[in-house]
């Protein structure tokens, strides 16, 4: 049996929670020495904080990224998502072109799960409203375990070429929740729902897209003339019903 006193404190807060995933936030990085305390002072003030995830597993599990635990608490066993050796060379080569680990473990049971701190922006996103979430290199940090962690690749050649996103991204396909490590916080991300529309950006500002939308690359105008006129040259077009997550910057 153990007591966890974890509630609101005047330096740490819950800025969100869904479902069994709770974040936390510090409002003032106050572990530091003396030398330090001036940046660190004036880093909370623009918003740099340390923030941390924390799990309460009830019967059912997660999967987090590899070293991303902090510490655990109450019956939780760990497992590695790992089939075989075949299943092993498969998540070998996604890691390398999609800049997520290999393996990633999973946490099952009744307890607690506490992540390590990070200063990026941490996401809680509704898989299952996604219809498939292609994400970014890097965004994953967890996921409930019926959530699967899958490695897409460009359906042409003009968006694997020119679109600024890669050739691969990691795809999320199933129920349930995620976190995603975010450069930008929720607060200045944009969402756009297309409803058999046509979305067009120009440069690689979608961190995160439905599968049921087609990416492609295009001119901004129909002739290179125009293109060039315009100032504008390829941008990257989405078109379908789905979601898109943009950042600004």
């Known amino acids: ?5 974890l509630a609101d404190t005047p330096n740490r807060k819950v800025i969100d929670k869904k479902g069994n995933i709770t974040i936390f936030e510090y409002d003032h990085d106050m572990s530091v020495d003396p030398g330090n305390a001036m940046h660190y002072y004036f880093a909370s003030k623009m918003n740099v904080r340390k ?3 924390l799990f309460e597993l009830n019967d059912n599990a997660v999967i987090i990224q590899a070293g991303a635990m902090q510490w655990m608490a109450g019956n939780v066993d760990v497992a590695t998502n790992v089939k075989g050796v075949g299943d092993f060379a498969k998540k070998l080569l996604s890691s390398k072109v999609t800049n997520e680990t290999a393996v990633k473990p999973c ?5 607690l799960l506490m992540l390590e701190p990070t200063y990026k922006y941490l996401l809680i996103e509704d898989v299952g409203s996604w219809n498939g979430m292609v994400i970014d290199d890097g965004l994953f940090l967890a ?3 019926n959530v699967d962690v899958k490695t897409v690749a460009r359906t042409n050649l003009s968006s694997a070429i020119a679109g600024g996103e890669g050739l691969f991204n990691s795809c999320l396909v199933g129920n ?8 930008v916080p929720r607060e200045e991300l944009i969402e756009i729902e297309l409803n058999n529309d046509v979305m067009k ?4 500002f979608a961190i995160a897209w439905s599968q049921s939308l087609e990416f492609t690359v295009e001119r901004t105008t129909k002739t290179l003339i125009g293109s060039a006129a315009s100032g504008e040259g390829l941008v990257n077009v989405y078109r379908g ?3 898109i997550l943009m950042a600004p910057l």
């Open 143 to 145: 996921c409930d375990a």
């Open 201 to 204: 950006i120009d440069g690689s």
């Open 51 to 53: 923030r941390q995830v």
């Open 1 to 5: 049996m153990y007591q966890l006193k």
């Open 241 to 243: 019903t789905g979601k």
């Open 176 to 183: 349930g929740y995620a976190v995603l490590e975010s450069k």
């Open 107 to 111: 946490y099952k049971g009744n307890g």
